[in-house]
T-cell receptor, first 113, second 113 residues
Framework: SAVISQKPSRDICQRGTSLTIQCQVDSQVTMMFWYRQQPGQSLTLIATANQGSEATYESGFVIDKFPISRPNLTFSTLTVSNLSPEDSSIYLC??????????FGPGTRLTVL | GNSVTQMEGPVTLSEEAFLTINCTYTATGYPSLFWYVQYPGEGLQLLLKATKADDKGSNKGFEATYRKETTSFHLEKGSVQVSDSAVYFCALSSTGGGNKLTFGTGTQLKVEL
């Protein structure tokens, strides 16, 4: 199994600012993902965080809006830039363990005013 | 592309009632199928999974059978408890998809005494 922590757990931000979310895993993992869960909606994959290289973004998500860093195999950050109220969501990181099971962090609840 | 369709919620049941939450999918190849559960105030947890046709995943009294012929993975439990109240997500990971998950919209279950 993998234990994942995220910081912050929640934040309230002003329109036009940015928020950086940290994801820390208690073991080295190859695959790490960032998801968004909009209010009352399901989870949507934003990108795959690749260690040592640029993240791979899903359709509809771009690096300028959601820059991602992955400096090592236990840590990643997601920045949500130029915030608007439509960015209010829960952001979750997930990792895939050695046996292929995917574990999710507790999420970061973002509210944009 | 891949997609998952779940029955609409919320579903309200009395304790000890039988539960079925329908899930159908569209995917290329031979996906792995999952049910995740999100209890109130908690993160997403894997409930059960099945990786090939006719496999039955089971956990905590819940079961789901991978039906390739009907492209379905319905979640069932013979006797629900109040503690089962949560949001349930059906998801798939397609062959060669790099463990990326596609989620259904989620079904909220409320179990009453």
């Amino acid at each position: 199994s993998a234990v994942i922590s995220q910081k912050p757990s929640r934040d309230i931000c002003q329109r036009g600012t940015s928020l950086t979310i940290q994801c820390q895993v208690d073991s080295q993992v190859t695959m790490m993902f960032w998801y968004r869960q909009q209010p009352g909606q399901s989870l949507t994959l934003i990108a795959t965080a690749n260690q040592g290289s640029e993240a791979t973004y899903e359709s509809g998500f771009v690096i300028d809006k959601f820059p991602i860093s992955r400096p090592n195999l236990t840590f990643s950050t997601l920045t949500v830039s130029n915030l608007s109220p439509e960015d209010s969501s829960i952001y979750l990181c997930s990792v895939v363990s050695g046996d292929g099971e995917q574990f999710f962090g507790p999420g970061t609840r973002l509210t944009v005013l | 592309g891949n997609s998952v369709t779940q029955m609409e919620g919320p579903v309200t049941l009395s304790e000890e009632a039988f539960l079925t939450i329908n899930c159908t999918y569209t995917a290329t190849g031979y996906p792995s199928l999952f049910w995740y559960v999100q209890y109130p105030g908690e993160g997403l947890q894997l409930l059960l999974k099945a990786t090939k046709a006719d496999d039955k995943g089971s956990n905590k009294g819940f079961e789901a059978t991978y039906r390739k012929e009907t492209t379905s993975f319905h979640l069932e439990k013979g006797s629900v408890q109040v503690s089962d109240s949560a949001v349930y997500f059906c998801a798939l990971s397609s062959t060669g998809g790099g463990n990326k998950l596609t989620f259904g919209t989620g079904t909220q279950l409320k179990v009453e005494l």
